[in-house]
């Protein structure tokens, strides 16, 4: 059975940061490329960003410089190290992993506000 385990979303000021985790099983971690996307209220999901198994990574545009995201490979681990957050970063936050060109799993979300 495939999981995928958010965690470390919550609220969190203006200027903040976060960390968030996912913890993966039941897949060969090192055969996928993770990503973190969000998705707000109203809003298509978009991709936040992505590593791959070898450690290159991508950025949306509005969150390079900010946001961080790294792999554990043998703790089968992503983060998403996230700093200087901004009310528009609010969002459900969801951990995927990718192994193309069709396995594709999801986690189930977790939430991230950002408010004064």
């Known amino acids: 059975q495939v999981q995928l385990v958010e965690s470390g979303g919550g609220l969190v000021q203006p200027g903040g940061s976060l960390r968030l985790s996912c913890a993966v099983s039941?897949?060969?971690?090192?055969?996928?490329?993770m990503g973190w996307y969000r998705q707000a209220p109203g809003k298509q999901r978009e991709l936040v960003a992505s590593?791959?198994?070898?450690?290159?990574?991508k950025y949306a545009h509005s969150v390079k410089g900010r946001f961080a995201i790294s792999r554990d490979n043998a703790e089968r681990t992503v983060y998403l190290q996230m700093n200087s957050l901004k009310p528009e970063d609010a969002a459900v936050y969801y951990c995927?992993?990718?192994?193309?060109?069709?396995?594709?799993?999801w986690g189930q979300g977790t939430q991230v506000t950002v408010s004064s």
């Open positions: 995927n992993a990718l192994a193309l060109p069709t396995r594709t799993y």
């Open positions: 039941g897949i060969v971690f090192n055969d996928y490329t």
């Open positions: 590593i791959t198994s070898g450690g290159s990574t």
